[in-house]
């Protein structure tokens, strides 16, 4: 099991940027995602990483604003221009199985990830 640890997080207005972090042990050929689970609805993945060949996927909502990077034992999301529809609790996750949507750079799904972190809270106001 890989102890996942999150930091960062917080309040800020629309259009401001925040930044998140996860500790993880998980070397590169584990891929690694962030979830985000707003108020009354389903948990979804809106970013993932490949850290060994360095692909990507981006959720529709978030394309262009936030990014997924991966260095020496920490995954990070950039979020900027934020917007009050991403307010919730974002969680990072790690898949100790192959995924191969994930090296594809294709969705992936909350099934496909065995390790989760504790949650952070983001909160945009308008």
């Known amino acids: 099991q890989m102890q996942l640890l999150q930091s960062g997080g917080g309040s800020v207005q629309t259009g401001g940027s925040l930044r998140l972090s996860c500790l993880t042990s998980a070397h590169d050929r584990v891929c690694m995602a962030w979830f985000r689970q707003s108020p009354g609805k389903e948990r979804e993945v809106i970013a993932s990483?490949?850290?060994?060949?360095?692909v990507t996927y981006y959720a529709d909502s978030v394309k262009g604003r936030f990014t997924i990077s991966r260095g020496s034992g920490v995954v990070d999301l950039q979020m900027n221009s934020l917007k009050p529809e991403d307010t919730g609790m974002y969680y990072c996750?790690?898949?100790?199985?192959?995924?191969?949507?994930?090296?594809?750079?294709?969705?992936?799904?909350?099934?496909?990830?065995?390790?989760w972190g504790q949650g952070t809270q983001v909160t945009v106001s308008s």
């Open positions: 990483i490949y850290p060994h060949n360095t």
């Open positions: 996750a790690a898949a100790s199985r192959f995924v191969p949507s994930c090296v594809l750079g294709l969705v992936t799904l909350q099934s496909d990830y065995q390790d």
